[in-house]
């Protein structure tokens, strides 16, 4: 995708340190260990892509199926693809400053929505931070309020929402 210069390309092992200093500098009070970018990489390669502007790497999207209602807890390796999948978790999508309100997000999150319906998921999910939840309704997704989900949320903080959208 190209929009004013930017362009989303598929996540390396190579692009792990860079990464991590963007997860440290865009999400500072949510950190996680290189090694859970290696993992969720490792995971699910063709949920992962990297946001570039000319030389630069602005932002990441990590995301991979998963089991619904059953979000990984902040900083949580999964260690193997879920046997059985029930949804497309979308792990982060982080972007500098300059990268936001200009398409990318949404063009990043209509390919995730495309992949996931290709696989068959019957939904998407993830755990919305950062006053993030307006983003997120904006793509079609809504806030799952079930009290089981309290224990894993908590590890993000208070404000951490589950949000699921449902695929045709």
Request: proline fraction near 7%; aromatic fraction near 8%; hydrophobic fraction near 45%.
């Amino acid at each position: 995708m190209i929009i004013a210069s930017l362009h989303w390309r598929a996540m390396t092992a190579i692009d792990l340190p860079a990464v991590k200093l963007l997860a440290d500098r865009i999400h500072p009070t949510y950190p996680e260990d290189a090694a859970v970018f290696a993992d969720r990489l490792a995971v699910h390669c063709a949920g992962c892509f990297m946001l570039r502007h000319d030389d630069a790497l602005i932002g990441y999207v990590i995301s991979h199926p998963w089991h619904f209602m059953q979000p990984p807890k902040l900083n949580a390796r999964l260690g193997a693809p879920a046997s059985r999948p029930t949804t497309y978790y979308i792990h982060d999508l982080a972007l500098l400053p300059e990268a936001r309100r200009t398409g990318a997000a949404a063009y990043i999150v209509a390919k995730l929505v495309t992949h996931a319906t290709h696989l068959q998921l019957p939904n998407m999910t993830l755990v919305a931070v950062n006053n993030s939840v307006h983003f997120w309704q904006r793509q079609g997704f809504e806030i799952v309020s079930e009290s089981g989900l309290d224990h894993q949320l908590r590890s993000y903080d208070q404000h951490a929402r589950f949000m699921r959208r449902d695929l045709p």
